[in-house]
């Protein structure tokens, strides 16, 4: 029998990296990584075209690109039989009805372009939704976020109207992606679920932006067959056979399987520049306070799935440590702060620290809140400000796990994944003595882009299912770091203390006030 | 006729300062500076013997010697006419009834030494001479600081019997230097009105520590002739003539007529280490509030003197270049980060600091409150924090002057002065901006120095009073540093922030929290 192999493919900010699997053995054979052309566009366009400053936009073709070079790369001329793709999200675009992005004759418009995730232009429709309201934003907090498709749909609606009309399509990059490589249009319920509030039972809320219930389509769950990739495709990359391309998936929530959260029960926080966290449940009641979202069967089947995040996690670290270097490469640098910083003991620099660098996320949803430094005293240390930041990035963690669990959903196994958690052993040490629980970190690289592997070996029947899928294709085993107790009543003084400053309403009203200050000069 | 001389002696905390004078020209001749032999004495004895964290003594024989070497070196051969004294209060020490120290028999004693101001072990008599409450503490705020002479005469009395009892002088250092020069006891009402609550209508307040009284004398009017140098101190340094001594002054006001700040009117900036401030009044009421205390007549005959400070002021600027260094020496360092921060605008950085680095004195007289900056984002800069903390000193600073004047002391002339004033004309020019007044920077050198020998001038009669002292020996001229009024208006946004910041209370309950849980480690 001939050797069949699965393919994951992880569409990020300024990447997309494929990794390439035994279909059998469930071993990782090859991995590529290749950088979008033009990147993330922002100040203005491929064509010199200044764009306001809260635009973040991106070109598709680039997505084109990258697949055909990934899949190239990894198998031409090897049998594949799955393809799986997460990408991020919330990061649509315009296209015709047969699935032509509409920039491809409009390149000097900025609404043709990938309304990139974290494009912020929208924000104000955004308010507009939320103080409408609605049903469709139960689980949403309700409100509806800037990045989101609604929002990004009646900016384009109203800003560029000619284009709006010419558009048949308003589609995830994900879906569009997936529709390029089996020429057939089947979106995902994970991206229709989180981004666009489309609930099974009801739909999409269509009534909130005139017009785009036509531009949509009904999604599919996620570890469905969306298609087979194309004979076009297969040529133009080398690869033998017809592999079923599953559906696509928010790359956040993708990698669930890889890193063996599969059932109600399991906390995940992706440690990057910025933390994302999924809680799932089996059994919910009401999305618990402060936290962003939440989806039934869209993440994965059966379970729910609720999302929370820090703004600023590890890119505040980063800013320190290059804002005040103790040595000329980041690596050095951060492996002395860390080893200076695990001399200390919690509580003994006298210093605290809010981690709200880039905003707040959980519990208030406010980007203008800002971080903040107390118990400075003649004396201090840059090191003592080093861990005070890293304990703040813990307590903020600490504060969306007691949040999670106070709104009913009850966590069993908590896990650590992305760069950080592999990275900064100290950071995960300080955060398994601040939750006061044992912490894991799976043992597994490349785990978004296995998480979409495992997504195509459940659509393409390699595996029975996604937890068949975590069995053979997701980590095999994972490091544990234990909590000290002691150390753990230690933090417990000071996490009281960072509850205090988050619950400060003067405090919050300074931030704004220094916010909206800094923007008039 | 012979060429006669003014000496000002200088006794600050870690060393002593001469000037020596031309009496008719009123020119500064020769400066001579003398480091204490033992220095400031905490941790341990100077034989050895462990000492408290919280003592900070010093040896007085250390000032004898100073005192000849200095003397010797300006003016061996030359005809002094008068010699004037300042001294750190409240600085005192046990001596018998010639003059001479305890310390001379017990060596082996801590109580024997000079308690020098900044020793806070006697924190918790102050506490309860406060609880108690007085008449006599009504020009203070209604309460002594642990600094002053009470509670360091309750301590040694509770803690040092035997000595208590041997002692028959309890006498601040500068006086016991004037005792030693003239082998006169003629006390101070500097430092009896300011350290030791004592008022010229109604006398010391002796009811607070029994037995005190009788160790201690009744204080002469600043200006006045404490006697003559000895002949003995006159052939020890070759000094001719038989120079009138002045009664001393606190150090901190002896300075006051040679920056020419001798009328009601006058708020005196000196900018060191820490920030000391006296606000001149010829009408009085009541001690604005949070202020620390008040004299009349004390610090310059017939008017009414009001003193407060910031506890951090240039440490907490040392602080930070040194702790983030931009250039290898500490002088580069501070012009880099002063260039560099003159090229931002107010606000611009959207952060904003507590200057409470050493704790608080104005409003809250708590040395354990703290630090804080807020506003920080990724993408803040050293830069931009170094300048939050420049401004928060003008913040603090700009809040005693508040104070000041809404306790109905009226102020026309904002006069800054010592290491500050002069190295760092950012932080001046930030200061006018901040007060949106004129400030003055007197143009004089050794100034502390140059205000004793005014002192010595007015008591041997070569100046008639402080007003003819002050032109003649005082800063000849000043430059000034005009308010940018727009930058005014800038700041006004900021400093009503750092107002909402000081009246706090949740993040004050914050800060005592770490303090102590830092203790505990």
Not at 413 to 422: E, K, M, N, R
Not at 430 to 446: C, Q, S
Not at 477 to 490: I, T
Request: aromatic letters at 10%; a negative charge; charged letters at 20%.
């Amino acid at each position: 029998m001939r050797q069949a192999f699965i393919i994951g493919l992880d569409f990020g900010t300024a990447s997309a990296r494929g990794v390439l699997m035994d279909a059998e053995s469930g071993h990782q054979r090859a991995v590529a990584v290749h950088a979008y052309r033009h990147g993330v566009i922002s100040g203005s366009l491929p064509n010199g075209r200044k764009i306001p400053r809260d635009y973040v936009l991106q070109d598709p073709q680039d997505y084109v690109e990258a697949l055909e070079v990934i899949l190239r790369k990894l198998a031409s001329g090897l049998e594949v039989v799955a393809i799986g793709i997460g990408c991020t999200a919330c990061s649509p675009l315009l296209a015709y009805g047969d699935g032509v992005a509409l920039l491809n004759d409009f390149h000097d418009e900025p609404h043709a372009y990938v309304k990139l995730w974290k494009h912020s232009a929208a924000q104000r429709y955004a308010d507009a939704i939320s103080a409408q309201g609605g049903e469709f934003l139960d689980d949403f907090g309700g409100r509806v976020s800037g990045e989101w498709m609604l929002p990004k749909a009646l900016e384009i609606k109203n800003e560029a109207p000619v284009l709006w009309n010419k558009a048949e399509r308003f589609i995830e990059a994900g879906d569009w992606i997936v529709w390029q490589l089996t020429a057939r249009e089947a979106r995902s319920q994970d991206f229709a679920c989180f981004k666009a509030q489309f609930r099974p039972e009801v739909g999409y809320p269509s009534h909130i932006v005139p017009g785009l219930a036509a531009r949509l389509s009904d999604p599919l769950p996620v570890g469905s067959p969306a298609g087979t990739m194309t004979e076009a495709w297969c040529s133009r990359t080398g690869v033998i056979g017809r592999p079923v391309v599953a559906v696509a998936s928010i790359d956040s929530h993708v990698v669930l399987p890889a890193v063996g959260a599969i059932r109600g029960g399991a906390f995940v926080g992706a440690l990057g520049t910025s933390a994302g966290f999924l809680a799932l449940s089996d059994d919910y009641r009401r999305l618990p306070c402060g936290l962003e979202g939440a989806g039934f069967g869209a993440a994965l089947p059966n379970v729910w799935c609720c999302e929370a995040g820090q703004a600023a996690f590890g890119d505040m670290l980063t800013w320190f440590v290059e804002a005040f270097p103790l040595a000329p490469d980041l690596a050095a640098n951060f492996s002395k702060y860390n080893a200076a910083a695990a001399e200390m003991r919690p509580q003994q620099s006298g210093m605290l620290a809010l981690d709200w660098f880039g905003g707040n996320r959980i519990p208030s949803a406010d980007t203008t809140l800002s971080g903040l430094l107390v118990g400075l005293r003649i004396g201090s240390t840059g090191v003592g400000i080093y861990r005070s930041l890293v304990e703040s990035l813990c307590f903020g963690t600490r504060l969306i796990l007691e949040l999670t669990e106070d709104g009913g959903v009850s966590i069993d196994d908590v896990i650590l994944t992305s760069g950080l958690a592999h990275s900064n052993t100290f950071l995960v040490s300080v955060m398994a003595d601040v939750l006061g629980r044992k912490v894991f970190v799976p043992r597994i690289e490349n785990p978004t882009a296995v998480g979409a592997a495992i997504h195509g070996a459940v659509a393409g029947g390699v595996a029975a299912n996604f937890f068949d899928g975590n069995q053979r294709f997701g980590a095999k085993s994972r490091n544990s770091f234990e909590p000290d107790l002691g150390r753990h009543a230690q933090y417990e003084v000071l996490y009281s203390q960072y509850k205090n400053l988050v619950a400060n309403r003067e405090l919050v009203g300074v931030m704004h006030r220094l916010y909206s200050a800094s923007l008039n000069v």
